[in-house]
């Protein structure tokens, strides 16, 4: 069914009484070409972009709740391709172009809204280190600007610019970032890979696997044996998990994520802001809700949901850089799992098991990377060769010394 | 959170710094054959568990102890609080 | 207007009446009104505009889960958007203004959305706003961002303050209804801790609604007493006005406590406090919340909860309608006719789905069986309601009743999942409560008065004993059960007219139908398709019927349909009292050195470094330009003396018979075989073989050392050296103090410091470079006998001495220094300066050492020992670490020497295109050398090491710079070192 504005008024003149089901409930196959393990919107994407790109459509996508119901649907939906290194950049920046033709590609609006996003240096050495990151965006073929304090100032004349404890001095904007309506990236996707003939499967947990002489063959499920000649696990929070039921340790930990929006207001807020001196970022959505969020929470944990103290130190670094949000109330706050990895980067690689995949270590940054996970995943899985862009997401890189770690902080992972 | 330090008494979570799994302080043999080896597997690679998980907590805002925790990662539930020192030096750990 | 639906009685207090306006029109109140209260009281019954469809909308509640009546309080910075006004205390001279229209309330322009509802259903947006692709951010969006929202912020900085607190108790009682004034009188009489929590301004819940009574006294009565006994007791404090809006882990619970918010100005006084209360046990009294029943045209003004009704008339002396029907599924619908027969308000009739009843209406008030509201009339306010059986019924107001729903948020916020009590119809918290909390009252599903308050006391008496304390004997208060029978009755089938589910976000029995339809099915799809309860409500009064509907659609029950997940906040917490005092620039703590007033009173101007202000350079008088400063403290230096304050830099005193092995292991290169009084570079890396951090460390003693931190890692330094201390080396005699805010220290570098110091330094001891040569340490005494110690280093790469004393003679110390000193000329210096120098002589600082820096990128390869254990060595050996086309840190020199470099700037070769596949590396420092009269930089670059006068291009495209530079040393001045040896 293709949706348009014509579409509406006519289903609007007859009741609405068209519209069909966005995906279909289909039983599980015995055997399937691939298994992607997980329905959140990377593994959606990947079975997206199988039957689009790669014309694989024999297969499933396994979920063990709803789809869409990990961190795709508890995100701050944030899209942004400000990386600085050379493993990062280029891959966040084919999952932006991927962004800005998302819509026409999946006929499904998910509201990918370019309005920028600015992070706000406090200090020389900040500015420093924002410029040689911009400068590195720029020859990636994305999109920077650096602004000084007068630019931030006619940009976001109500942030905190003269009593502050740590002065504004500048920022690094980017302007096509923006963000997303993140469940719609996932209904998009689902409904996309769902037409193409993909199986989305929900309510059906992968408890095993099925490992014969080095080689997958295969899933042990909830709802019984699926065979496949790959499976492709892509599980976020839940990787160490899934991967230890094929005896694998991963060089990931399990961390929570606190987001925060409050009650509706009318626009306030162009972008999305991020406080270089605190832990704090905020965008409004097309609702009116403010957006916002910090740090992880610290400490493992699978429980989607966090505690006091970071609630709190987001609310300074929220009141601290834009005072005028004081009398807006929070509305909600939640909890998602990050898959928290050694480096802060991806993987999107293929394992010691023949025939198993591995796709995780997306940090609290999984979100904008959805497509370009997707098409790479989608390429690796099709061709057995890593996606030019994402040569560096290999599960070996530690071993090698080859890590990417964009903020330096070395092999713990709370600190990425 | 609350942590009940074996010497100071029930503390907030909050004064404490957190660095992760406690199988950290099974530092490996520098000048071991296979020291490559077993130090990636050392720092790099974690259980990462469902459950109870045996962690190293500092008391950054206190008295400076490394604690290890048992919590359960799905409830938070706190099972027990020892030194880090005594636990280093019950497996072994000397100079 | 007067208060033509103002009616006798209540707990309103007459003798004080307020003013207050509401949309510019003056209106009058009592002290003990709500604002909506006050605005029914005054006959206004339109009160604000739905989110979508800009329908009109009325007060429907009396409670925290009011959807609708939602208004701007105050004005200018003080202006709330979002204020319940149900919840909102009346004041004398408060403002209040509806929002979410354009034009007027009563006309609103956006109403034209409400025509258009057939095309505008749950998730159309989903469907269009593509084509063509540019006009979704030019045109569709703003548009859309234009009409969305409600509320409008200031946009000026919050006025008010916020305090945050922190409470212990034995035991905390959320909700004082009869539940929980029962449970917290028998924990207060048992002499423990108590602390009683409730949102309302005055405690007992439902009992200041209803006319039950307990014992002779009418409920609000006995409230009123027992309050007041529990007031008289030390051990148990009440806090109303305060909402506990999370359980978090361990008994520690968020709570919101309102100071002034009831006021007309909070005088200077915190607006809010934040409480985090740490709980041994608790006992959730909070309640239930009633829901309505779904038909046509259901949002209207005029429609209001059964209970709310019975609120307005009993608690605060108001009539909602001058002639009310009721519509209900349960025996509290009748209840309803009789508080208003009683009040003299006419009751147009009692509507019950049901068949039988088994209580009766008020003499002479019709009632109809087995009966149902299929419409309603009237467009900003009801004029009839139209029934099943067709019959219409003159009416200006519709109470509602759909039964109870027990307000189980607060136990299913760590994840616990409420269940389905089928007597009940409604969901009633599960086993899986947060540790330490029971649950009594009508949150538990105990809905009559009799058994809240026995439940109260029983639960408080099983958590008595748990904590070990004995029970107190006596009585407990005790009630008649009122008839509470119900049915399972959701929404109105044979409405036409669209029914409402979510009055906020218009949610329609259709939206949900629909979203059935499109396969949207699990309750989390529902929710996130139509935005059912994400309203500012989350979905209070809607949730249920909502998945009660959905239920009906799928063929399942409603548990097996399920919930969605109760998050925090129970009711929305301003962010600002979140945030608290921690804003401004007490955001965070700042540290000063004790030689920060001298420096201020040179007229420093002053940086942030981490948590420390340092000055930055000491401007003179004609001096325009932050460069003149800086370039003559830079001369000053190294053509005589200058002075810096270096305290910030982290100071750790190691002692033990093992210090010396326990550095040898935390540094890379060797500390074996350090001398006493001998000083060493040391280069600290991370267990992954990264720079963690460098600094100096001197042997005082033959067990005792004083290392040197960078300031940005002081706090991380001494974290990770307790870390090896006690997690990997327990056996080792070894013991670290950070004692950087013990020592302040001060640099002394160039040409004559050392002329400078022996006038400082007592005569015993001897300065000279062959008695005390580079690197050398000691302690010493200066000024005639005070403790100091002497480190000769240098990051200037002059002849230098860090000078440091116990940190309450720093003030003292600097104005010594300055005054021998000033036969030399000698300079303070900021970190401007400090700097350009070490620049000057390539010393790497935080631009370099990202985290990302290896030994060998830094050309210091050859420190990290490989023939002893430490930490970083094995890991540093890796080959993506070792990399032959990898960075190394080098000198940049401008080809043409008259312009200037800049940092972050990237390098390619020349004549090649500027992108990531040709990236060379960066640059990470630079400045002006006024020795050499041009600019310098550092940076990493592909084999650096071996490129020494190749020029390439840095390329900084942000700023829109190509420039040309030759690659040199790091070294750019003396690079043989001579001057410090001197």
Redesign the interface.
Known sequence: MHFSGFKIIKEALTGHKGWKPTWRTPDPKTEYDIVIVGGGGHGLATAHYLAKVHGITNVAVLEKGWLGSGNIGRNTTIVRSNYLLPGNEPFYEWSMKLWEGLEQDLNYNAMMSQRGILNLCHSDAQRDAFARRGNAMIMAGADAVLLDETGVRDMCPYLDFDNARFPIRGGLLQPRAGTARHDAVAWGYARGADSRGVDIIQICEVTGFQIEKGVCKGVETSRGRIGAKKVAVCVAGSSSRVMEQAGMRLPIESHVLQAFVSEGLKPVLPGVITFGAGHFYISQSDKGGLVFGGDIDGYNTYAQRGNLPVVEDVCEGGMAIMPMIGRARMLRMWGGVMDMSMDGSPFIDKTPIEGLYFNGGWCYGGFKATPASGWCYAHLLATDQPHPVATEYRLDRFRRGRMIDERGAGAQPNLH | ??IHHPLLGPR???EF?????AA??D?????AED???R???Y????????GE?R??W?H?QGD???LVVT?D??????KKVE???DV??QKG??? | MTQVFRIEGGLINRAKPLSFQFNGRAMQGYEGDTLASALLANGQRLVGRSFKYHRPRGIFTAGSEEPNALVQLREGAFQEPNTRATVAELFDGLTARSQNHRGSLEFDLMAVNDLLSPFLTAGFYYKTFMWPKAFWETLYEPVIRAAAGLGRLSMEEDPDKYDKGFLHCDLLVIGAGPAGLSAALLAGRSGARVILADEDFRMGGRLNAETLAIGDQTGADWAASTVAELAAMANVSLMPRTTVYGAYDHGIYGALERRTDHLAHSNGKPRQVLWRIYSKRTVLCAGATERPIAFGNNDRPGVMLAGAVRAYVNRYGAAPGKRVAVFTNNDDGWRTAHDLAAKGIAVAAVIDVREKAGVTAPNGVESFLGCRVVDIKGRKGIKSVILSNGQAILTDCLAVSGGWNPNVHLTCHQRGKPVWREELNAFVPGRDLPVGMVVAGAAKGEMTLGAALKDGADQAAEVLTALGRSVPAGDRPTAEDEPSTGTAFWYVKESSKRAWLDLQNDVTVKDVKLSQQEGFRSVEHLKRYTTLGMATDQGKTANIPALAVMADCTGKTIPETGTTIFRPPYTPVPIGALGGRARGRNFRPTRLTTSHQWAQDQGAVFVEVGPWLRAQWYPKEGETHWRDSVDREVKGTRRSVGICDVTTLGKIDVQGRDAAEFLNRVYANGFAKLAVGRVRYGLMLREDGMVMDDGTTARLGECHYVMTTTTANAVNVFRHLEFCRQCLWPGMDVHIISATEQFAQYAVAGPNARNVLQKIVDPEFDLSNEGFPFMACGEVTVCGGTQARLFRISFSGELAYEVAVPARYGDAMIRALMQAGAEYDAVPYGTEALSVMRIEKGHPVGNELTGQTTARDLGMARMVSKKKDCIGNVLSERDGLNDEDGLALVGFKPVDRSRSLKAGAHFVAKGKPVTTENDEGWMSSVAYSPELGHAIGLGFIRRGAERHGEIVVAADLLRGELTEVEITSAHFIDPEGERLRG
């Open positions: 959170m609350i907030d979570a909050a710094y957190v660095l992760g799994d950290l302080i530092r490996p043999d520098g000048q020291a490559a080896e130090f990636y597997g720092l790099y690679l974690r259980d990462n568990p469902a998980h962690e190293l500092y950054e400076r102890s490394w919590r990662t799905l409830t938070h539930e706190i030194l880090a020192r280093a030096l750990r000397g100079q």
